[in-house]
């Protein structure tokens, strides 16, 4: 079951020139780490009833390098809470839509994550999480 739109992503060039940007804009800052698995730091600011996550590469192969290198900074993905990522996964997959992973991956915040490829989702990157307890 979908919860809610968890946050939005936004792939930067670089938090240090894109935070205050985002500040000025009127938001504040939640939060904020490394996430190793996707080879990206982001940073949270609440926006209402959801986040904004502006997402930096911390290598060149991340696939936001990559992202920023063909469509340069922007949008990058929404993400939906789900209530049990594992089941939301299996029903998906028997739909036909192309998961970028077969097991959820550890995401910001313990939560855990998965990707539904952009070619299956009418061109849009969609992240499922599953909030830890
Ligand atoms: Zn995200």
Same mark, same amino acid.
Do not use: W
């Given at each position: 079951?979908?919860?809610?739109?968890? =946050?939005?992503?936004?792939?930067?060039? &670089?938090?240090?020139? &894109?935070? #205050?940007?985002?500040?000025?804009? +009127?938001?504040?800052?939640?939060?904020?780490?490394?996430? #190793?698995?996707?080879?990206?730091?982001? %940073?949270?600011?609440?926006?209402?009833?959801?986040?904004?996550?502006?997402?930096?590469?911390t290598?060149?192969?991340s696939?936001?390098a990559?992202?920023? %290198?063909?469509?340069?900074?922007?949008?990058? =993905?929404?993400?939906?809470?789900? !209530? !049990?990522?594992?089941?939301?996964?299996?029903?998906? %997959?028997?739909?036909?839509?192309?998961?970028? &992973?077969?097991?959820?991956? #550890?995401?910001? =915040?313990?939560?855990?994550?998965?990707?539904?490829? #952009?070619?299956?989702a009418?061109?849009?990157?969609?992240?499922?999480?599953?909030? +830890?307890?």
């Open positions: 079951m979908i919860k809610g739109v968890n =946050h939005i992503g936004i792939a930067v060039r &670089s938090l240090q020139e &894109s935070v #205050p940007l985002y500040r000025a804009l +009127g938001l504040e800052v939640s939060g904020g780490e490394e996430v #190793p698995s996707e080879m990206v730091r982001v %940073a949270f600011f609440s926006a209402g009833g959801t986040r904004i996550e502006l997402l930096e590469a290598a060149p192969e696939p936001i990559k992202f920023i %290198a063909t469509r340069g900074e922007g949008l990058h =993905h929404i993400c939906l809470e789900v !209530d !049990d990522i594992r089941a939301t996964m299996a029903e998906l %997959a028997g739909q036909g839509f192309q998961l970028l &992973s077969e097991e959820p991956k #550890p995401g910001a =915040h313990g939560t855990e994550v998965c990707f539904i490829h #952009p070619r299956s009418g061109g849009v990157l969609i992240e499922l999480c599953q909030v +830890g307890e």
